[in-house]
């Protein structure tokens, strides 16, 4: 099965099929940097960084675009609040965005445009609305004529006559209906502003992702994202200003991701329930946070929690384990020597690759694709802990093969960037500050249990095992001999 993807404006899951064969072109909302990123913005950089990956893998060539909006009321109004300029501003928190950017491991798109680099490319696009009829002049302001454009409120699949209903002018609006919306703002006090034929100002905030996604992928292109708070008004007024300006289709496929919640409710500042990355990332690994993200479909509303990112933490560290372990098997076996792996884990080993596309082929179920990368490491884990003390080579061989295929599958989703056995010892090395043991007394303690095993001293070597157990360690025979990890509660 090819790619299907879910678009917005549709309504369902199509087939797809790029504007140009082999190559992709992708717009992603940025964010609008006056403060610090929240995990809403870690959701929306990770589900779209994993888009890109995964199309990249699938073989496309990618153009990728995110923008930042560096001008607007709110960076306007903390610049003043800081006595600081809107680009001094604006340049401190581009700079904190791809800290925390790094820290996730979001690769960076193919052209990262700043609004206020762009103002003759608003402009112009803006005399292009003008020509065809789409937009007026109004006292220094611009405005877009929302009836000019028969099409409007497809995206958000609301009737014109809907929107109008809740729509009203605000005090200082010069615009000829309610709904209209400003394609350029006249300079006020205390605002910057740019030269333009109707005077000073600055654009409006949908004017931009116009703009800037012409300038990179043209008049049409072929996934535009973001959040599902953006379908409306945002991305119903892109797309209206794109094609009104262009006569042809905007976008291909609107993909949109779900809401971050905390206890059900939306996250937002006003509740109190904001967390910025950085406060994440200071009580969990990165990874955990993509796994997190990725344990729930990305059109799915996804529900932070303490205990959600503790099992994703345990979820990070079994897949981390079970490579390590491979890794630490013989590399050599008995050659010829019978294997012990039946077939049907040989073929559920085989087919993994197959699953893991499929279900990301099925509009980039995430969730269902960690699915399979777990299934496969229960079975590994089962035929690593059933192999005899001598091996053969090829059992050996395919476990190590299986163990790369889930390193390069889970790679997709930027995820197992890590070396297995580096991993597991940072997170072996954190929980071991909390016991009060150290490695060399537990190592001491295992030489001790296996000569109790070569004496056949069966009860104390069961003693060693429970006394360990009882101080937080776990430890593990195999064909390799004993290994050792901290037991997670």
Not at 104 to 127: E, F, V, Y
Not at 372 to 399: G, M, T, W, Y
Request: with cysteine.
């Amino acid at each position: 099965m090819g790619l299907k993807v879910y678009n917005t404006i549709s309504g369902k899951k199509e087939d797809f099929q790029p504007v140009d064969e082999g190559k992709v072109r992708f717009y992603a909302c940025g964010v609008t940097v006056y403060d610090y990123c929240h995990i809403g913005h870690a959701r929306s950089a990770v589900v779209f960084d994993t888009l890109y990956r995964y199309l990249r893998t699938k073989g496309y060539d990618v153009t990728y675009v995110r923008n930042f909006t560096d001008i607007d009321d709110k960076m306007i109004n903390r610049a003043n609040e800081e006595g600081i300029t809107v680009p001094e501003l604006a340049d401190r928190f581009i700079r904190e965005y791809y800290t925390d950017a790094d820290a996730l491991g979001i690769a960076r798109p193919t052209h990262s445009p700043r609004a206020t680099k762009h103002i003759g490319d608003i402009i112009a696009m803006i005399l292009r609305l003008i020509e065809n009829g789409h937009a007026y002049e109004s006292g220094g302001d611009v405005y877009y004529s929302v009836r000019s454009f028969e099409a409007y409120g497809k995206l958000s699949a609301q009737p014109l006559e809907n929107l109008e209903s809740g729509a009203r002018v605000e005090p200082g609006e010069n615009k000829r209906a309610p709904l209209d919306f400003a394609l350029w703002k006249a300079q006020k006090p205390n605002e910057p502003a740019w030269d333009s034929p109707w005077g000073p100002g600055r654009p409006g905030w949908h004017i931009e992702c116009s703009a800037m996604s012409r300038k990179y992928l043209g008049n049409s292109f072929d996934i535009h994202g973001g959040g599902k708070d953006l379908v409306f008004p945002h991305h119903e007024n892109e797309l209206a200003q794109s094609a009104g300006a262009s006569g042809e289709e905007f976008v291909r496929y609107w993909v949109h991701h779900g809401f971050v919640t905390i206890k059900d409710e939306k996250m937002s500042k006003s509740l109190g329930n904001f967390l910025t990355i950085r406060e994440v990332l200071a009580a969990y690994p990165a990874e955990a946070l993509r796994l997190f993200i990725f344990s729930t479909h990305y059109r799915n509303p996804l529900d932070y929690s303490e205990a959600a990112m503790l099992d994703a933490v345990a979820g990070l560290n079994r897949l981390y384990t079970c490579l390590a372990e491979v890794e630490q098997l013989p590399d050599k076996g008995v050659e010829g020597g019978n294997s012990t792996i039946t077939r049907a884990d040989r073929e559920r080993i085989a087919g993994l690759a197959e699953r893991f596309l499929a279900a990301m082929d099925n509009d980039f179920n995430s969730a269902q694709a960690l699915g399979h990368l777990f299934e496969a490491v229960k079975v590994l884990n089962k035929i690593r802990q059933h192999l005899p003390a001598k091996a053969c080579s090829a059992d050996l061989a395919l476990l190590r093969n299986a163990a790369a295929t889930i390193r390069e599958l889970a790679a997709s989703l930027g995820l197992l960037a890590e070396e297995p056995l580096s991993h597991m010892r940072k997170e072996q090395g954190k929980l071991l500050k909390s016991l009060d043991i150290a490695p060399a007394e537990i190592e001491q303690l295992i030489a001790e249990r296996k000569r109790a095993r070569e004496e056949k001293n069966w009860g104390r070597a069961d003693e060693i095992r429970d006394q360990l157990l009882a101080r937080g360690v776990e430890i593990k025979d195999g064909p390799t001999g004993t290994t050792w990890q901290v037991k997670v509660a």
